[in-house]
């Protein structure tokens, strides 16, 4: 018997636990069990995911991990570095702060005997966004892609509104529309080359690329693909199913699926680029450029949109439309300085976005179900913990030095000077961005901490502690990125090398 | 590289996936939409089957106890859809529920007039 | 002063998002007149829909030049049947070369499935088993989806279930379903010798369990068939094939333990995991299948 290396195992244990923690809570009895299986799951796998981390970093590996008996082109396989133990470790902490902040809302607008069920979705969504950030195989990357929709659609329904129905409806149609085109180009793409998992389709793809054979389905495909990818991470043109979704969910999903879910298909997105197309076909091809563009559509028109915006979940998930534009701008830069910092970004979005749905979901809730900005006069009076959530999210969006938000916006604008022909662009759109961004956020900061005349002074709200805590930890999270991170950045740049390799 | 000709089952499965998406743009009820979104991943299926078959095989099944790879067609395209299938079932299963669920409120299945309703419910 | 104050207001309504805030609630009700001059109406799906030739004209464009631009593709795809296409590899040789060896299943597809790319497999079925609870949070009944008249008319339903009496389809369903139920076990059972398994068997189960409720109403099918049974098959048969799967995986990636014995391959008992694993899928498939038949119909199970 030979000395089995535990660590290896990791990303294998815990997308098996997120999943088998799924299907066992079908059996818990109320929502209380099934939130402490949650939690003591997302644990879990937070500290494995950090041990891995840990590891992988101080040797600076990237492994492959066999599921079952057979090697690379004949079985599945699972792929771990430095970045996807990264992602899994803010994936889980976020989660589990999101989810155990965001447990009153769950409980109180979840019907009581379906709260198991939300909790299997939640489950099941985390063992699924774990799957697409460890997998080595294009068809798994499908089937977990598919179960990513429909979690995430279960968690846009579970409120039982009308409202919330039609939003899933929306959500879902357009989600198809972008698992559908993923899936054509997996079978065309398996038609050419003859292979499902990355290493070996990426070799098959350059010879392709170099003997011209092809050359026309290789072109077409490699759009599906990211055109898929983009639909489902809701870049610019096709973001119109966020804002009825989110604002017609509970936030603690609002929460989930903006930070989280929307960034596990750009994570996909960046492994195919390295792994499977290769950085030479994708410049070659003009699919960088192609992203670029839209991405700065998308940063302008995403703000533009959340300026017009009267709600505040809704203007919410504008600015997220916004930011993946953000994201898609370094990715499209088409270098590995681009690269870092759109990476530095899913981590300081995913952190800043769930702290703002949770604050404004308290505000909502405060104001008895009235989500428009003007009654949100005063809110953060009433609740200052949610207020100075709120604001630190706001102004971590905007762009505020100490605050996530701020290095990404520093590393986006360092990127451009290393991409020619680019520089004038990004720096302009950044810019404009930047002002259009705190056009819409610091309205609503000032108006949650504006006092409303001539009304009598409502009393405190209560907050649970837990609520407490994980405001207070998003708030220490968005600083800690903030003021140390380098760390951070060194670690992605070395995985995006490890990458690329 | 011309083989238009003899991708018959290819050309017919991108068209019937034409079809589909023209059917889920065009459509104005929710149920036939859904059909529309089917009748896109079924075009995927005949173009996945259809890549897995060479001419003049068999099924993957052991026949005569021969052993041999020449003898048999391609079975990772028949496992991809299979697995497909499954998929494309909980995803309409999923769908008509909402669909259901949508129709006892509204009492429609038009998605416009379920956009209108729901806008106007909202109170704006 | 005066128009100190009007800057003041300015600044309010720009604080509030709004234009104008000295009676919110009065403005409100005023607001639908402006939301029509927006100037973002023009560009939303309603404005394009209110031109419906217009859409349509482009709906037909989009489709038909994505018609044409895949049919591109095709004409530069591997021709069909040919034995040399890429896709017929050195991966296919060794599913169909050494398959009966390394799995013991002489069905292939069922060895490729099950075994070597067995973790698809196991997320198809997380993928059947989130459907079917999605659908229960959907349409089970709750204080939130609840209407009297259908209560009523449930009522009535069982009433005319009990009294009236539906000679053919009972006889019918009497004859027919054991033996529908029958054949799908055949074909489960026999999933890694001939075409068929674990998907395939447990639908027809699940049409078996269908014709049955239809014919004497799901009253008489409570008796065997509950939710509490539904859950816990699922879940039972899930968490078996998440053992098995965690089992091979751990052992094949760590290169420890024991193999599985194979049998002699073409008997009923061999293929290793292949028969559990069949047997664990055809059950959740059969139950879901019910459950979605159930479900869709009465709001329960």
């Known amino acids: ?501 | 590289m011309n083989h238009l000709g003899t991708n018959f089952y290819e050309a017919a499965s991108v068209i019937l996936f034409g079809i589909g998406f023209m059917n889920l743009l065009l459509q104005n009820n929710l149920i036939k939409k859904f059909i529309g979104l089917n009748i896109m991943d079924t075009a995927v299926y005949l173009f996945l089957a259809a890549k897995g078959y060479i001419s003049g095989r068999v099924a993957p099944i052991l026949t005569d106890g021969i052993i041999d790879a020449s003898h048999y067609i391609n079975p990772v395209p028949a496992g991809l859809v299979l697995t497909g299938i499954v998929v494309a079932v909980s995803i309409t299963a999923f769908s008509l529920a909402l669909v259901q669920r949508l129709y006892k409120h509204y009492g429609t299945l038009n998605m416009d007039e379920i956009m209108r309703l729901s806008r106007e419910e909202e109170g704006e | 002063m005066n128009e100190k104050k009007t800057f003041w207001k300015h600044l309010q309504a720009w604080v509030d998002g709004e234009e104008v805030i000295l009676d919110a609630d009065k403005y409100i009700v005023s607001r639908p007149k402006r939301e029509k001059s927006d100037w973002r109406s023009h560009f939303t799906m309603e404005y394009v829909k209110e031109h419906r030739k217009l859409y349509m004209f482009l709906s037909i464009a989009i489709s038909v030049l994505f018609i044409g631009i895949m049919l591109g593709v095709v004409n530069g795809l591997p021709e069909f049947g040919n034995p040399h296409n890429p896709a017929n590899n050195e991966v296919m040789e060794r599913y169909l070369e050494s398959g009966i060896e390394e799995t013991g299943a002489t069905n292939f597809v069922a060895g490729m499935i099950l075994d070597y790319r067995a973790f698809d497999t196991f997320a198809e079925a997380n993928v059947l088993f989130l459907a079917v609870m999605c659908a229960v949070i959907l349409l089970k009944k709750d204080s939130k989806n609840y209407c009297a008249q259908e209560e009523q008319e449930k009522y009535e339903d069982n009433i005319f279930d009990e009294r009236e009496k539906k000679p053919i389809l009972q006889m019918g369903g009497k004859v027919l379903a054991p033996l529908v139920i029958l054949y799908g076990i055949y074909v489960i059972l026999n999933g890694h010798l001939s075409p068929g398994g674990g998907f395939s068997g447990g639908s027809i189960i699940g049409a078996g369990l269908i014709l049955y409720a239809s014919a004497y109403g799901q009253k008489k099918m409570r008796t065997f068939f509950t939710f509490r049974t539904f859950t816990a098959i699922s879940v039972g048969c899930l968490l078996t094939y998440c053992a098995c799967k965690t089992y091979s995986f751990f052992t094949g990636a760590n290169h420890v333990g024991f193999a599985i014995p194979k049998g002699t391959p073409g008997d009923i008992l061999s293929g290793g995991f292949i028969l559990p694993l069949n047997i664990c899928v055809g059950l959740i498939v059969a139950c879901t299948m019910y459950g979605f038949f159930a479900l869709f119909t009465k709001g329960d199970i």
């Open chain 1, 1 to 501: 018997m030979e000395h089995i290396n535990w660590i290896h195992n990791i990303p294998f244990f815990s997308i098996f636990l997120a999943m088998i923690c799924g299907i066992i809570t079908a059996l818990a009895k109320d929502g209380k069990v099934a939130f402490k299986i949650h939690t003591v799951m997302v644990f879990v796998v937070c500290i494995m995911s950090g041990l891995l981390l840990f590891r992988v970093v101080k040797n600076q590996e990237t492994f492959y991990y066999m599921m079952g008996h057979f090697p690379a082109p004949w079985g599945n396989e699972l792929r771990a570095g430095p970045l996807e133990a990264l992602m899994a470790v803010t994936f889980s902490l976020v989660m589990l702060l999101t989810v155990s902040g965001g447990l009153d809302f769950i409980m109180k607008d979840v019907v009581a005997e379906k709260q198991p069920l939300y909790f299997i979705m939640l489950n099941a969504l985390f063992g699924a966004m774990l799957a697409l950030i460890y997998t080595n195989d294009i068809f798994t990357a499908y089937v977990f892609i598919e179960i990513n929709t429909i979690a995430s659609c279960a968690l846009i329904m579970a409120k039982g509104t009308p409202e919330s129905m039609v939003g899933t409806t929306h959500y879902l149609v357009i989600s198809l529309l972008g698992s559908g085109l993923f899936l054509l180009g997996v079978s065309i793409l398996y038609s050419i080359t003859g292979h499902l998992l990355f290493p070996q389709m990426q070799e098959a793809i350059v010879g392709i690329f170099k003997t011209g054979e092809y050359a026309t389905p290789l072109m077409v495909v490699t759009g599906f693909m990211f055109i898929g990818i983009a639909i489902k991470s809701a870049l610019f043109p096709f973001h119109s199913m966020l804002p009825g979704a989110y604002n017609a969910a509970i936030p603690t999903s609002s929460g989930i699926l903006s930070g989280l879910v929307l960034k596990s298909y750009i994570i996909l997105g960046i492994k195919l680029i390295y792994c499977v197309f290769s950085e030479l076909v994708m410049h070659t091809l003009k699919i960088t450029e192609v992203l670029f563009v839209f991405g700065l559509a998308g940063m302008v028109m995403g703000s533009v949109y959340a300026m017009r915006e009267r709600k505040m979940k809704r203007m919410l998930a504008y600015s997220s439309v916004a930011q993946i534009g953000y994201i898609y701008m370094g990715i499209g830069m088409g270098t590995r300085v681009g690269m870092t910092a759109a990476c530095f970004h899913i981590l300081a979005h995913a952190i800043t976005k769930t702290l703002l749905f949770l604050c404004c979901g308290s505000f909502v809730e405060d104001n008895g179900g009235k989500d428009k900005i003007y009654h949100m006069r005063g809110a953060a009076l009433r609740n200052p913990l949610a207020g100075v959530g709120y604001t630190v999210g706001a102004l971590s969006m905007v762009g505020i030095p100490l605050l996530a938000g701020f290095i990404s916006k520093v590393y986006f604008a360092t990127a451009s000077v290393y991409s020619s022909g680019k520089m004038a662009a990004v720096l302009i759109v950044l810019g404009v961005s930047m002002v259009l961004n705190a056009l819409y956020f610091l309205p609503s900061v000032i108006a949650i901490w504006s006092p409303v005349k001539g009304v009598e002074k409502k009393p405190f709200a209560k907050v649970s502690p837990m609520f407490a805590v994980s405001i207070v930890g998003f708030i220490i999270l968005n600083f800690a990125l903030g003021v140390y991170y380098r760390p951070i950045t060194r670690i992605i740049q070395m995985s995006i090398g490890l990458l690329a390799q």
